[in-house]
């Protein structure tokens, strides 16, 4: 057959994680703004598994030029590395030049009458170029691996024959130990020959004259990186190349040593013979190499190492290992993404709010905003898991806006914004007075509200979490409640109605199986608690402990009902009096509508209340009153919270009770 016909095995690339590490965390700051080539070493090997392609493999140890290696199997192949400092500047660089200029460094090379130190130097030659995307940790590379394009005319080629069909097991195992024995220059290119009683001997390449006229066999040797039992690789070209030109030949018998289960048995022995014509071409004949991508089109490939460089996805694999090692070991059915994807808006960024956040994040919670209006002061940090120091200085950065950025540096993935701002309130006259203010307030609110699937009501006062009460039972989100006194604690869900449910009327019998809001066991309407208070009784005074458990107990109460089959519908089970006979249960365990704790007891219980018809907050009245009125309705409360008494009708019901049998009611945070 025809050299032209004969199949040529080229390299693929293998660039191993550590090159590229070692490029980004110590090379890339030697190089950075610097286009020039960079030196490289890499490796092919002569023992690849039949079918598999030839690879050049990169590692981390290839930015230096070794001259030894232990491994025999492993032979050098030299380069050199152009990191372009923009996509457009890799895009731009001619890739015909940059052949064009290593060709002619191999064509001067193979034609030049001086000895070459390093054969694989100037034969085994590769050129890669490199766009790091640093901040996605994506590495767009293309190798070119050239090669002559010499001989063109005709040279004939036998069919190639397995050297353990030729020769015995002993002439096999003597080219092994004797190729071993050659330095790293001489592995890849080198003579073997072999006498009529099946002497070998080994010798560097550049032997050739001195033993063309041996009468021993002689082979011009590579080690062939091609597993194909019938054709060689890559290397051949530049080999032919050099010995065409170098040499006056006429025959030739390549030898092409590969190793396959630690023998030398499969190497392939080609013959060719050359025709009359001139062989001493004078000029340049163009050079091939340009590695194909994995669709085996001429484009550049991308390595992603996000997944292992990336410390944000290190972390969030990290974060996210405890939450699959509980699936796995106890809870099979638990539903992670349900929880990943579930939107939480927090009313308040203070105590509670930095314990329900810490929480979230730990449960897998990605996007976790935050509402408030205070600013971080001195005495916060060692209360509020989500301040410093440094949050308190220039009289405090935003609490909200502080909480949001804080809670990024401790999990980078989150999704978290802070909003300054004030929940208008049933008796604060102020809202009603600035109402053009006071109207975008309501806007934005509901507009958060909409936008998440649970909102935690972490306020100081009982009057800032009626209008999220209401806003959502319209929206029908989740609304779960956390309140602190001294050493007490409340945490509640709010009840969530049901798709078909209409909001507006109680006569489908919506509430008498909707769990009651904040504001359902009140016979008073919230009002501006802090109207006749001294500066002390203001301040929020509660033990430490407190707000830890109840923000734990706040998100571990959302994590079981998105658990529940009914997700926020799920309710509670009463008998005729009203009485709770059992809760609702998922996989996690039962789910409570309100957990009452007493840290001086160290005791809690878990009452269950239906809606009130008469609720100030979620009784159909108010919402029919909000969707009719809209800000008109909310302007009167702001103005006169008993409005909210006498529209819902719970004026008539204290006229109609002897209240001195009631026990008073405090509208401080003490249960």
Same mark, same amino acid.
């Given at each position: 057959?025809?050299?032209?016909?004969?199949?040529?095995?080229?390299?693929?690339?293998?660039?191993?994680?550590?090159?590229?590490? +070692?490029?980004?965390?110590?090379?890339?700051?030697?190089?950075?703004?610097?286009?020039?080539?960079?030196?490289?070493? %890499? #490796?092919?090997?002569?023992?690849?598994?039949?079918?598999?392609?030839?690879?050049?493999?990169?590692?981390?140890?290839?930015?230096?030029?070794?001259?030894?290696?232990?491994?025999?199997?492993?032979?050098?192949?030299?380069?050199?590395?152009?990191?372009?400092?923009?996509?457009?500047?890799?895009? %731009?660089?001619?890739?015909?030049?940059?052949?064009?200029?290593?060709?002619?460094?191999?064509?001067?090379?193979?034609?030049?009458?001086?000895?070459?130190?390093?054969?694989?130097?100037?034969?085994?030659?590769?050129?890669?170029?490199?766009?790091?995307?640093?901040?996605?940790?994506?590495?767009?590379?293309?190798? $070119?691996?050239?090669?002559? &394009?010499?001989?063109?005319?005709?040279?004939? $080629?036998?069919?190639?024959?397995?050297?353990?069909?030729?020769?015995?097991?002993?002439? /096999?195992?003597?080219?092994?130990?004797?190729?071993?024995?050659?330095?790293?220059?001489?592995?890849?290119?080198?003579?073997?020959?072999?006498?009529?009683?099946?002497?070998?001997?080994?010798?560097?390449?550049?032997?050739?004259?001195?033993?063309?006229?041996?009468?021993?066999?002689?082979?011009?040797?590579?080690?062939?990186?091609?597993?194909?039992?019938?054709?060689?690789?890559?290397?051949?070209?530049?080999?032919?190349?050099?010995?065409?030109?170098?040499?006056?030949?006429?025959?030739?018998?390549?030898?092409?040593?590969?190793?396959?289960?630690?023998?030398?048995?499969?190497?392939?022995?080609?013959?060719?013979?050359?025709?009359?014509?001139?062989?001493?071409?004078?000029?340049?004949?163009?050079?091939?190499?340009?590695?194909?991508?994995?669709?085996?089109?001429l484009l550049p490939r991308k390595a992603d190492l996000s997944a292992t460089l990336d410390p944000?996805?290190?972390?969030?694999?990290?974060?996210?290992?405890?939450?699959?090692?509980?699936?796995?070991?106890?809870?099979?059915?638990?539903?992670?993404?349900?929880?990943?994807?579930?939107? &939480?808006?927090?009313?308040?960024?203070?105590?509670?709010?930095?314990?329900?956040?810490?929480?979230?994040?730990?449960?897998?919670?990605?996007?976790?905003?935050?509402?408030?209006?205070?600013?971080?002061?001195?005495?916060? !940090?060692?209360?509020?898991?989500?301040?410093?120091?440094?949050?308190?200085?220039?009289?405090?950065?935003?609490?909200?806006?502080?909480?949001?950025?804080?809670?990024?540096?401790?999990? !980078?993935?989150?999704?978290?914004?802070?909003?300054?701002?004030?929940?208008?309130?049933?008796?604060?006259?102020?809202?009603?007075?600035?109402?053009?203010?006071?109207?975008?307030?309501?806007?934005?609110?509901?507009?958060?509200?909409?936008?998440?699937?649970?909102? #935690?009501?972490?306020?100081?006062?009982?009057?800032?979490?009626?209008?999220?009460?209401?806003?959502?039972?319209?929206?029908?989100?989740?609304?779960?409640?956390?309140?602190?006194?001294?050493?007490?604690?409340?945490?509640?869900?709010?009840?969530?109605?049901?798709?078909?449910?209409?909001? +507006?009327?109680?006569?489908?019998?919506?509430?008498?199986?909707?769990?009651? $809001?904040?504001?359902?066991?009140?016979?008073?309407?919230?009002?501006?608690?802090?109207?006749?208070?001294?500066?002390?009784?203001?301040?929020?005074?509660?033990?430490?402990?407190?707000?830890?458990?109840?923000?734990?107990?706040?998100?571990?109460?959302?994590?079981?009902?998105?658990?529940?089959?009914?997700?926020?519908?799920? +309710?509670?089970? +009463?008998?005729?009096?009203?009485?709770?006979?059992?809760?609702?249960? &998922?996989?996690?365990? /039962?789910?409570?509508?309100?957990?009452?704790?007493f840290l001086s007891q160290f005791t809690q219980f878990m009452p269950t209340s239906h809606a009130?018809?008469?609720?100030?907050? $979620?009784?159909?009245?108010?919402?029919?009153?909000?969707?009719?009125?809209?800000?008109?309705?909310?302007?009167?409360?702001?103005?006169?919270?008993?409005?909210?008494?006498?529209l819902t009708g719970l004026k008539k019901l204290q006229d109609e009770t002897n209240l001195d049998?009631?026990? %008073?009611?405090?509208?401080?945070?003490?249960?």
């Amino acid at each position: 057959m025809e050299l032209h016909d004969v199949k040529y095995f080229p390299f693929s690339s293998l660039i191993e994680t550590s090159f590229w590490h +070692t490029l980004s965390q110590n090379k890339l700051n030697v190089y950075k703004l610097d286009e020039s080539e960079i030196p490289l070493q %890499a #490796f092919y090997r002569n023992d690849s598994s039949a079918g598999l392609p030839p690879i050049v493999s990169l590692d981390f140890e290839s930015f230096e030029i070794k001259d030894s290696w232990d491994d025999s199997k492993k032979f050098p192949i030299y380069g050199t590395m152009i990191i372009a400092n923009t996509v457009e500047d890799f895009k %731009a660089l001619d890739k015909t030049v940059l052949t064009e200029k290593i060709g002619n460094q191999i064509w001067n090379g193979v034609r030049s009458s001086e000895l070459v130190d390093n054969l694989p130097s100037l034969l085994s030659r590769f050129i890669l170029v490199v766009y790091a995307d640093l901040k996605k940790y994506q590495y767009y590379y293309w190798f $070119c691996f050239p090669a002559l &394009c010499y001989p063109k005319e005709s040279i004939k $080629c036998s069919q190639g024959k397995i050297l353990s069909g030729l020769y015995p097991e002993t002439v /096999i195992s003597s080219l092994m130990s004797q190729h071993k024995e050659l330095s790293i220059s001489d592995r890849s290119y080198f003579l073997t020959t072999i006498s009529d009683d099946n002497r070998v001997n080994v010798y560097p390449l550049e032997e050739y004259s001195n033993l063309s006229k041996s009468s021993d066999k002689l082979f011009v040797s590579f080690a062939d990186p091609s597993s194909d039992d019938e054709y060689p690789g890559w290397p051949l070209r530049g080999l032919l190349a050099y010995m065409i030109q170098r040499h006056e030949i006429k025959t030739l018998d390549i030898l092409c040593y590969r190793i396959r289960n630690n023998s030398a048995g499969s190497s392939l022995i080609l013959h060719l013979e050359l025709g009359d014509t001139d062989r001493s071409i004078a000029e340049y004949p163009g050079a091939v190499g340009w590695e194909k991508n994995e669709k085996q089109k001429l484009l550049p490939r991308k390595a992603d190492l996000s997944a292992t460089l990336d410390p944000k996805i290190l972390a969030a694999n990290s974060v996210d290992l405890n939450l699959r090692l509980m699936r796995w070991r106890l809870i099979p059915d638990l539903d992670l993404d349900k929880i990943s994807s579930t939107k &939480c808006l927090l009313l308040g960024a203070g105590t509670l709010g930095s314990n329900v956040a810490r929480c979230l994040l730990a449960w897998g919670v990605h996007q976790i905003d935050f509402v408030d209006s205070g600013k971080v002061s001195f005495s916060n !940090p060692v209360r509020q898991s989500l301040f410093g120091f440094s949050d308190c200085l220039n009289s405090g950065r935003p609490k909200a806006e502080a909480a949001a950025d804080n809670l990024a540096k401790i999990y !980078p993935n989150v999704i978290s914004k802070g909003y300054s701002l004030t929940i208008p309130m049933p008796g604060h006259a102020s809202f009603a007075a600035d109402a053009e203010e006071t109207q975008k307030t309501v806007n934005l609110l509901e507009d958060l509200i909409k936008e998440h699937d649970c909102v #935690f009501l972490l306020m100081d006062s009982r009057e800032s979490r009626w209008l999220p009460t209401v806003l959502g039972q319209i929206h029908r989100k989740l609304v779960i409640n956390a309140a602190l006194g001294f050493d007490t604690y409340l945490v509640q869900r709010h009840g969530v109605p049901f798709p078909d449910d209409d909001l +507006t009327s109680d006569s489908t019998g919506e509430i008498s199986r909707k769990l009651g $809001c904040y504001f359902c066991n009140d016979v008073v309407a919230p009002g501006d608690s802090s109207r006749n208070r001294t500066l002390d009784q203001q301040c929020t005074v509660t033990r430490p402990g407190v707000s830890m458990i109840a923000g734990s107990l706040a998100v571990e109460l959302m994590i079981s009902v998105l658990q529940h089959p009914l997700g926020f519908h799920a +309710t509670v089970n +009463t008998d005729l009096s009203g009485n709770s006979t059992s809760t609702a249960e &998922c996989m996690l365990g /039962i789910i409570p509508h309100q957990i009452r704790g007493f840290l001086s007891q160290f005791t809690q219980f878990m009452p269950t209340s239906h809606a009130f018809d008469l609720c100030t907050a $979620c009784s159909p009245t108010i919402i029919q009153t909000y969707k009719s009125q809209g800000f008109q309705f909310l302007a009167k409360v702001f103005r006169d919270c008993n409005y909210l008494e006498e529209l819902t009708g719970l004026k008539k019901l204290q006229d109609e009770t002897n209240l001195d049998d009631v026990m %008073a009611l405090s509208d401080n945070e003490s249960i």
